[in-house]
């Protein structure tokens, strides 16, 4: 057999050739970048409105908390008021 049998014959390209092909394989890279780029944006807008409502949560639950510690106190006082009274109304009936 003759030693060239089994090699395989490679066609020289030309520059243009490969530079089309080049220039091919870079706007496909172009065009998957473009593809993922606003897809990432919008999953991080995603993920900082999403943080923004777990904070808007927070300050509401922050501010229900204060107005319940207050509340707490005033009925805390009043209860205090009204022991003060009824101490007072056992003790001048004795």
């Known amino acids: 057999?003759?030693?060239?049998?089994?090699?395989?014959?490679?066609k020289r390209r030309s520059m243009s050739d490969k530079s089309r092909s080049h220039?091919?394989?870079c706007c496909?890279?172009?065009a998957v970048c473009a593809a993922?780029?606003?897809?990432?944006?919008?999953?991080?807008?995603?993920?900082i409105d999403r943080i923004e409502a777990i904070e808007r949560k927070?300050?509401?639950?922050?501010?229900?908390?204060?107005?319940?510690q207050g509340e707490l106190g005033e009925a805390?006082?009043?209860?205090?008021?009204s022991r003060s009274e009824a101490?007072?109304?056992?003790?001048s009936r004795s």
């Open 1 to 10: 057999m003759p030693a060239g049998v089994f090699r395989f014959k490679r």
């Open 23 to 25: 220039r091919h394989g």
């Open 28 to 30: 496909a890279a172009m």
């Open 36 to 47: 993922i780029v606003p897809a990432v944006a919008d999953a991080q807008d995603a993920e």
């Open 58 to 68: 927070i300050h509401g639950l922050e501010s229900e908390l204060r107005r319940l």
């Open 76 to 81: 805390r006082q009043q209860l205090r008021q």
């Open 87 to 91: 101490l007072l109304t056992l003790l």
